[in-house]
């Protein structure tokens, strides 16, 4: 019996994929998040669009980006398997086979580039494709277990959807619709960081060369302050470029005021550092981590309150 | 492992027969959907595609 024989018969029967499983290889919550984004953009661009066209604007950046993520789960099974966060996925779990995954990926990317191209424009699905590419590749294959840079680069992919649907809709990519995926793409270390902060020994485990396992908590720390400084003033641009109005500035004012506040907390904090467990009852990990977790709580706040009201401000010119 | 039949012709386990039609189910509508959007994408483009 060949070892893969053995091994299979070793470990206990999966239970078989459900349709549920493919649909949670797509990484559903990061997708709405995506096309909470992508129609920001779509919006912003201020062109008059058949809403049946929008609407298939908007699938097609969904899918898409669900397709990266089944590339990306078919790609990490391996780490995904040792980390409590993602083992339960339906790679690492065995429900799904690696290949079925990266097909289904592979299917749907170009389902969602041909669609995109053929209903709206090659300007948007080039730059669809080119995230969908970016992700699964320069991300998940390349950066991801080479650098602790991995995120800061890497979201580049996540920050892509605004201008994917302003091309959309516009058939251009003007530097407003860059200067929203500037927004996200600064805002994506802080976020990211401040989650690993408080899951570092799962990262640690699989091997991957997240800020806090390489850099250790205490820089970690003061690279979020960084960006956090760098974040605020950029949220509160488009007010100059014309794109936000009195709305969008109070919200990015405020909410940018809290991010850096709460980065400066989690700066003075001991968030992370795991030799702090040996100091005795004075040091509670949970307890020091809660700065770090709220700062990832309200990022997710701050992003979704200053695109909600870019969607609002935009929306409420189109209807007038 | 249960008898071939019509319904479970290859004769899986009760719970992999239901996740197989599952599947099966889920493809069926992204085909159908898929037409329908290629359908909607004609008819659109060829009256102009563009609101207002």
């Known amino acids: 019996m060949s070892d893969a024989a053995m091994s299979a018969k070793a470990r206990p029967a999966a239970a078989p994929a459900s349709a549920g499983d493919y649909f949670s290889l797509l990484k559903p919550r990061v997708m709405s998040l995506v096309v909470f984004t992508a129609l920001t953009g779509l919006v912003c661009a201020g062109r008059p669009l058949h809403p049946a066209l929008a609407a298939i604007a908007i699938l097609c950046i969904a899918v898409g980006a669900g397709a990266a993520g089944a590339l990306n789960m078919a790609w990490d099974s391996d780490i995904d398997a040792l980390m409590r966060r993602t083992r339960g996925r339906p790679v690492p779990a065995g429900r799904i086979s690696r290949g079925d995954a990266a097909f289904f990926g592979g299917a749907l990317s170009l389902f969602a580039v041909m669609l995109m191209g053929l209903a709206l424009n090659w300007l948007a699905a080039g730059l669809l494709a080119f995230t969908i590419l970016f992700y699964a590749v320069v991300y998940t294959i390349w950066l991801k277990r080479l650098t602790p840079q991995n995120i800061v680069i890497g979201g580049l992919a996540g920050a892509l959807p605004p201008v994917v649907g302003w091309a959309a809709a516009s058939g251009t990519a003007p530097l407003d619709a860059w200067l929203l995926c500037a927004i996200i793409f600064i805002w994506t270390p802080p976020h990211f960081w401040a989650l690993s902060l408080y899951t570092s020994g799962d990262y640690a485990k699989a091997g991957v060369p997240m800020m806090p396992v390489v850099k250790g908590a205490k820089s970690t720390r003061l690279q979020i302050l960084v960006y956090s400084l760098i974040l605020a003033p950029l949220g509160f641009a488009p007010v100059f470029t014309g794109l936000g109005g009195v709305l969008y500035g109070a919200v990015s004012a405020g909410g940018g005021a809290a991010f850096v506040l709460l980065a400066l907390r989690l700066f003075r904090s001991r968030a992370g550092d795991a030799d702090g467990a040996g100091e005795g009852v004075l040091y509670d990990p949970k307890a020091e981590a809660r700065p770090a977790r709220d700062l990832f709580a309200v990022s997710i706040l701050y992003l979704f309150a200053l695109f909600a009201a870019l969607l609002v401000e935009h929306g409420l010119r189109s209807v007038a | ?52």
Do not use: D, W, Y
């Not at chain 2, 069926?28 to 008819?43: M, N, Q, T």
């Open chain 2, 1 to 52: 492992m249960n008898q071939p039949s019509r319904r479970n012709p290859f004769g899986e386990s009760e719970e992999a027969a239901k996740a197989r039609r599952q599947r099966s189910l889920a493809m069926a509508l992204g085909l159908v959907g898929f037409v329908i959007l290629v359908f909607v994408v004609s008819l659109l483009k060829l009256s102009g595609g563009h609101a207002g």
